[in-house]
């Protein structure tokens, strides 16, 4: 898979909690490129702890990873607007 391909999936499957700001980078060691790294600012995150602000992304990106797309994420920062 391309690192285009990984980013634009990615963005695309994070666009469901409506992010502020979003950036996604991929491993350019993995040759699969099924590895990622996601900075989400959202304001769904309010209220929330880091775990189940994690655990939001990972429901977003589950179809992915159940598929094989991603294999895992390995270094997600979640902000709320007020937090950047």
Partial sequence: MKD???KS???????VLSPT???VTT???DPNGSH??????SS?????NTLKRQRLVYK????????GRIHAVDNM????????
């Fill in 4 to 6: 285009g391909t990984t």
């Fill in 60 to 67: 977003a990106l589950w179809e992915l990873m159940d598929s």
């Fill in 21 to 23: 700001s979003l950036v």
């Fill in 44 to 48: 769904s995150f309010e209220g929330l």
């Fill in 77 to 84: 920062t979640c902000k709320t607007p007020g937090e950047v």
């Fill in 27 to 29: 491993d350019e060691s």
């Fill in 36 to 41: 990622c790294a996601v900075e989400v600012v």
């Fill in 9 to 15: 999936i990615v963005t695309d499957a994070i666009s």
